[in-house]
């Protein structure tokens, strides 16, 4: 074949190239999901994200002072003569986990309020209940009645790596099922907020906005592998969520349970610094160093002593005290961990039965707790704790720790720090006494209350 031979030949190749390569990007023109996962995340997971809205009660005064103490001493409670009760609204997300109507979010959309409603893809609307919460990690569990559910599959958050592509599912300002894309940017964050202490979340750069809050953070097979939680508001591409694995184990707790029964340890810890080492004859600054161990508590029994510092859990070493919290909060109450404590340049092993979290959060109790939500107040057993904060001797009974804005306890003059000695004549010594007390309430409650010294009757009507 001469030279011009040739040349036709490869231009007839190159026109059948260019025809076949146009016939493709026809085809991939007609078909978005060709080479992008993200539109088959978006088709099945959009019916098993929800929206969640929340009214809670308070009170509104047009005192021009509001609720400021140092005015109440000249004016009294003038304003509040002239207040209302109005709906505060909040909204947010969460996602199916059960077919059976079980939602996972985040505490602080749900947190306090009155009326919970779930609205799901298609449109329809439940009333939701609370099963429980854990405002440590800022998740919580709501249920709906319905079955037949679509849901979502639970990933493995340890096995992620960073660069990781994930997808965030949400209802953004009120926009519902809006998704955005993104990389995983780094793991284990420390994030310090008022009720949120927490080592180990995940950051991503997948845009996360108000309303994105408790829904799902997925990878690129549409497990969820974290439950969007937090922003920095003045930055750019920098959100938090928490990771699906820490999840579980408290969704687990809030459903059987209706709190988390998270390992405590009962011990105050600092990180061990160069001088420390040094003074202590150790080789490095890794570890915990116990700088007070608690009364009555799991760490005490076992014999642990402040000065320890502990280099190993289970075998496992330790680089700093957050390693030693994020260990622990992995377990539950009632679960043995072995401690490699270094004491006085001797190497002991230390056994420890952790015991349960004091203060969890539940959800719905079949009695007491329905009777403190309908007169609003919260009250819990005196501890040591508790008696030295308010003063209450050697007295026995339910101190109140919480009023309610706008409620029966509030306009009677119920305060926080009152002793509930009795409940419709019945003493209150412990929480079970209460509850049982309360479990016989329907229209009111008559309680007995201790108030600087002075003991006194208020009748609730619910």
Do not use: C
């Not at 539109?39 to 019916?47: G, M, N, Q």
């Not at 953070?217 to 003045?234: C, E, H, Q």
């Not at 959800?363 to 403190?372: D, I, L, Q, T």
């Amino acid at each position: 074949m001469d030279r011009s031979g040739k040349w036709k030949v490869f231009v007839g190749v190159m026109v059948l190239g260019a025809i076949l390569l146009g016939a493709l990007s026809d085809a991939r023109a007609q078909d978005v999901y060709t080479g992008n996962p993200v539109v088959k995340i978006a088709r099945e997971a959009f019916p098993a994200v929800v929206n969640i809205d929340t009214e809670k009660m308070v009170t509104r005064t047009p005192f021009p002072f509001g609720d400021d103490p140092f005015f109440r001493e000249f004016f009294g409670d003038q304003g509040r003569r002239f207040s209302d009760i109005v709906p505060m609204r909040g909204a947010g997300s969460g996602f199916l986990v059960t077919a059976d109507g079980y939602i996972l979010t985040n505490n602080h959309v749900v947190a306090e309020a009155d009326k919970i409603t779930v609205t799901l893809a298609s449109g329809k609307e439940y009333p939701a209940k609370l099963v429980g919460r854990d405002p440590t990690f800022d998740l919580a569990v709501v249920k709906i009645d319905a079955k037949d559910l679509p849901v979502l599959s639970l990933g493995d958050s340890d096995k992620l790596e960073v660069g990781e592509w994930v997808a965030a599912i949400g209802n953004p300002f009120g926009l519902e099922h809006t998704i955005t894309v993104g990389v995983i940017s780094a793991k284990n964050r420390n994030i310090r907020a008022k009720d949120v202490n927490f080592q180990g979340f995940l950051q991503t750069d997948a845009a996360i906005n108000p309303g994105n809050s408790g829904g799902p953070l997925l990878d690129l097979s549409g497990k969820v592998v974290g439950i969007n939680t937090a922003i920095i508001p003045y930055a750019q591409g920098i959100g938090f969520a928490i990771p699906v694995n820490m999840a579980k184990q408290v969704m687990d707790d809030l459903v059987n349970f209706g709190k988390v029964r998270r390992g405590w340890l009962g011990i105050y810890l600092q990180p061990v610094t160069e001088e420390v080492a040094e003074a202590y004859g150790l080789k490095n600054t890794d570890g915990a160093l116990v700088s007070d161990v608690q009364g009555d508590s799991p760490a005490l029994r076992a014999g642990l002593q402040r000065g320890d510092v502990i280099v190993e859990i289970d075998g496992t070493s330790l680089k700093n005290y957050q390693d030693l919290s994020f260990a622990v909060r992995k377990h539950l109450a009632g679960d043995e961990v072995t401690l490699t404590v270094m004491r006085r340049g001797e190497r002991k092993e230390i056994k420890v039965r952790l015991g349960e979290l004091p203060g969890q959060v539940t959800g719905e109790s079949p009695e007491g707790n329905a009777v403190e939500e309908k007169l609003g107040l919260a009250v819990a057993p005196v501890d040591g704790a508790r008696r030295t904060k308010y003063n209450l001797g050697d007295h026995k009974g339910m101190v109140v720790t919480e009023v309610k804005r706008g409620t029966p306890a509030e306009r009677l003059g119920i305060r926080e720090g009152d002793l509930v000695l009795e409940a419709n004549g019945v003493p209150v010594p412990d929480e079970a006494a209460w509850n049982k007390a309360l479990g016989k309430a329907h229209k009111g409650v008559v309680l007995l209350i201790l108030r600087d010294g002075r003991t006194f009757f208020i009748s609730l009507r619910m």
